[in-house]
């Protein structure tokens, strides 16, 4: 624990240097390295929790516990911390040069138990509040499922506002912690303002992309589109000269039916005729005439 003294109604505490860790979460979210990131979620619980003695408990509801955070019976039974630093926040937890993590800013300390997914919750949703795109490289429900925390969002988030709006009102109805906590959150460090670039960038670098993509695919689809339309062409100026052949076809064939019926009914007309004359009288005469008469030479 970093050493605090209190003088003149004031809590003090010793400046040390060192890397937080929420910039090791930063470095993994950087890298999307998410092993490094689950990683740094199991040390951030190790620390909050603390040793196995300090996790050996169940919580118990108790009406000054639902006075300060709202709800009390959802965490009945549940497992507990006997002590809990609620504001054991990845930038209060500093490691200086011998890698030692140190505690800062711990005013918010509990000697009662408190739910232990609860203590963790807060904990680590602050980092979604500080890293931007963290939840889109590692959503807050899924730290809560690799955690295994139980209790839903919502029931968690509730507790946890109910607990500052305790906190921070003074007795007169004055909230100077409220008005800082106000400001804090429209504040943001360079890093934060680095950060945002450099997704704003990725993020327009993806759109350059996702657009030289759809300029080269509309040229693909209208060079597509051309051949198309030229075999369309083809295939219509094909189709209207075997239209023609075809119709030529037929007319020649009708031409040939006709010029056929002709012919039949020519046939049919000479051999009526032929009939009828071999058949008449006239022409058996002549024929006996014929072989009289051949018969004297």
């Given at each position: 624990m970093c050493p605090a003294e209190y003088q003149n109604d004031i809590l003090w505490f010793e400046y040390i240097e060192g890397e937080s860790l929420e910039d090791k979460y930063r470095i993994a979210y950087k890298e999307k390295n998410e092993s490094l990131f689950c990683d740094l979620l199991k040390l951030h619980v190790s620390l909050i929790c603390g040793n196995e003695e300090n996790s050996d408990c169940i919580f118990s509801?108790?009406?000054e516990f639902e006075s300060i955070f709202g709800i009390g019976k959802q965490f009945e039974g549940e497992k507990g911390l006997k002590i809990s630093n609620f504001d054991a926040i990845a930038s209060n937890i500093i490691f200086?040069?011998?890698s030692i993590p140190t505690f800062i800013d711990y005013e918010w300390f509990f000697l009662m138990p408190l739910p232990k997914e609860l203590i963790i919750f807060h904990c680590i949703k602050d980092l979604y509040i500080h890293i931007h795109g963290l939840e889109e490289f590692f959503p807050l429900q899924k730290a809560m499922d690799y955690l295994e925390i139980s209790n839903t969002?919502?029931?968690?988030d509730y507790a946890c506002k109910h607990f500052f709006h305790n906190v921070v009102t003074e007795p007169d109805g004055k909230s100077f912690a409220g008005t800082k906590q106000v400001c804090l959150q429209g504040e943001q460090d360079v890093q934060y303002y680095i950060e945002d670039a450099k997704h704003a960038h990725e993020e327009w670098a993806i759109c350059a992309k996702n657009w030289q993509d759809a300029v080269k695919a509309y040229d693909e689809l209208k060079k597509s589109h051309k051949e198309i339309e030229?075999?369309?062409k083809q295939a219509s100026q094909a189709?209207?000269?075997l239209n023609n052949e075809l119709l030529s076809i037929q007319k020649l064939l009708a031409d040939k039916t006709y010029e056929n019926q002709i012919y039949q009914q020519n046939i049919e007309h000479w051999k009526q005729a032929y009939e009828t004359v071999i058949n008449s009288k006239t022409w058996r005469f002549a024929n006996k005439v014929k072989r009289i008469f051949g018969r004297g030479r």
């Open positions: 509801n108790s009406p200086t040069s011998d969002e919502e029931t968690l030229d075999y369309w189709n209207a000269q």
